[in-house]
T-cell receptor, first 118, second 110 residues
Framework: EAQVTQNPRYLITVTGKKLTVTCSQNMNHEYMSWYRQDPGLGLRQIYYSMNVEVTDKGDVPEGYKVSRKEKRNFPLILESPSPNQTSLYFC????FGGGASSSYNEQFFGPGTRLTVL | KQEVTQIPAALSVPEGENLVLNCSFTDSAIYNLQWFRQDPGKGLTSLLLIQSSQREQTSGRLNASLDKSSGRSTLYIAASQPGDSATYLCAVFYAGKSTFGDGTTLTVKP
């Protein structure tokens, strides 16, 4: 089944303890992206990756790191989590992220990771 | 900076009614606009994607239109059903960046 998977789905941690949220897609998509969703603030883009080894900042990158060493995986790293990073996180992918208007830009989302930082 | 607005924020209708959800964006430089559905506590499900060169897309009871020059899109839902109750989000995409609206929460009453 074509899908985007995230792990863990739920995580409670403490301030300052490094964590990684994994994202994997099995659709051979070039483009992947991370978002956070907060009440009253909506969905905001953290980082995106056009292809392997190519990443760029979204609207709210502070406090996050990403890497794209292989096409299928795009982990989100919080090196020193703080309570303001408590949120619902989504990973998404699409076949392509660049070029002109195309149906290949359609994004497919993972199930989400609910993170609580105490 | 791109901004996306969705009106209304919430909508309650009786079953069977046709309805329109609105999405507006400030920068017409987009590759596409995508409509999503989100159930409470769940992920996003893609409903329709309209490329910037297209005027509309249809899928079943859903029809989405795009007027790029005026920065507007509408999602038309025909013959609404209680199972359509969810939050509907629109997002515009350009050169790797996505900007989402805050969504319209739809309640369809039996």
């Amino acid at each position: 089944e074509a899908q985007v998977t995230q792990n863990p789905r739920y995580l409670i941690t403490v301030t300052g303890k490094k964590l990684t949220v994994t994202c994997s897609q099995n659709m051979n998509h070039e483009y992947m992206s991370w978002y956070r969703q907060d009440p009253g603030l909506g969905l905001r883009q953290i980082y995106y990756s056009m292809n392997v080894e190519v990443t760029d900042k979204g609207d709210v990158p502070e406090g996050y790191k990403v890497s794209r060493k292989e096409k299928r995986n795009f982990p989100l790293i919080l090196e020193s989590p703080s309570p303001n990073q408590t949120s619902l996180y989504f990973c998404a992918s699409s076949l392509f992220g660049g070029g002109a208007s195309s149906s290949y830009n359609e994004q497919f989302f993972g199930p989400g990771t609910r993170l609580t930082v105490l | 900076k791109q901004e996306v607005t969705q009106i209304p924020a919430a909508l309650s209708v009786p079953e069977g009614e046709n309805l329109v959800l609105n999405c507006s964006f400030t920068d017409s430089a987009i590759y596409n606009l995508q409509w999503f559905r989100q159930d409470p506590g769940k992920g996003l499900t893609s409903l329709l994607l309209i490329q910037s060169s297209q005027r509309e897309q249809t899928s079943g009871r859903l029809n989405a239109s795009l007027d790029k020059s005026s920065g507007r899109s509408t999602l038309y839902i025909a013959a609404s059903q209680p199972g359509d109750s969810a939050t509907y989000l629109c997002a515009v995409f350009y050169a790797g960046k996505s900007t989402f609206g805050d969504g319209t929460t739809l309640t369809v009453k039996p």
